[in-house]
């Protein structure tokens, strides 16, 4: 009695479930349909919009597609703001050591040759992808850090090679540096 009790119970919460989350939209939010066209951007869903185009109505919002060239087409193009940008990195080895009571070492890597190439972009008519071309190369220091700056516009790729003797493999890392001052840590693995 008490299972065809559970699975009455089992079937009206899913059935409730069910109910509670169909309908006959999709199952995606609607947004407000906008364009661009005049001086302003028109929301053509038709509540409303803003400036003076062929589209749209007033609405409270004063934004314009292009306010530094009314009425003209909007094909200002800026570049990002930082460029130069500046790496800052740290370089460490890690030691795990399975057991027990698995055990996990950090240690500080100086000397180790830092090298930095930056990712060629691909050009017309072929648009084949070239290999990083060699930017610059630097050690780390006592206290395993290392620094490129005056960085253009570019991706880049940075290979660290431990010193001779050493127990760590060599790693790369792929990255475009989203701040001015860009700061990473490499881990070296054995």
């Keep these: 009695m008490t299972v065809a009790r559970y699975a009455f119970f089992?079937?009206?919460?899913?059935?409730?479930?069910i109910a509670a989350c169909s309908?006959?939209?999709?199952?995606?939010?609607?947004?407000?349909?906008?364009?661009?066209?005049?001086?302003?951007?028109?929301?053509?869903?038709?509540?409303?919009?803003?400036?003076?185009?062929?589209?749209?109505?007033?609405?409270?919002?004063?934004a314009h597609a292009n306010p530094g060239n009314p009425g003209g087409p909007d094909t200002v193009q800026t570049s990002p703001i930082g460029w130069p940008r500046t790496v800052l990195g740290?370089?460490?080895?890690?030691?795990?050591?399975?057991?027990?009571?698995?055990?996990?070492?950090?240690?500080?890597?100086?000397?180790?040759?830092?090298?930095?190439?930056?990712?060629?972009?691909?050009?017309?008519?072929?648009?084949?992808?070239?290999?990083?071309?060699?930017?610059?190369?630097?050690?780390?220091?006592?206290?395993g850090e290392f620094t490129f700056a005056d960085l253009p516009q570019a991706g880049y790729k940075v290979t660290v090679t431990p010193a001779a003797?050493?127990?760590?493999?060599?790693t790369s890392v792929w990255f475009v540096p989203q701040e001015k001052v860009w700061r990473m840590g490499i881990n070296l693995y054995r």
């Design 23 to 62: 309908d006959s939209g999709s199952l995606t939010p609607e947004l407000p349909k906008q364009s661009v066209s005049g001086t302003g951007v028109h929301d053509t869903s038709g509540s409303g919009g803003t400036g003076s185009g062929q589209t749209g109505g007033t609405g409270g919002d004063t």
């Design 165 to 170: 003797g050493s127990p760590y493999k060599e």
């Design 10 to 17: 089992v079937s009206l919460a899913a059935a409730a479930t």
């Design 90 to 143: 740290f370089v460490q080895g890690v030691t795990y050591t399975p057991g027990q009571q698995d055990s996990v070492k950090f240690e500080t890597i100086a000397n180790a040759t830092v090298t930095l190439y930056q990712i060629v972009q691909p050009t017309p008519p072929n648009y084949d992808s070239l290999p990083p071309r060699l930017y610059g190369t630097t050690t780390t220091n006592s206290a």
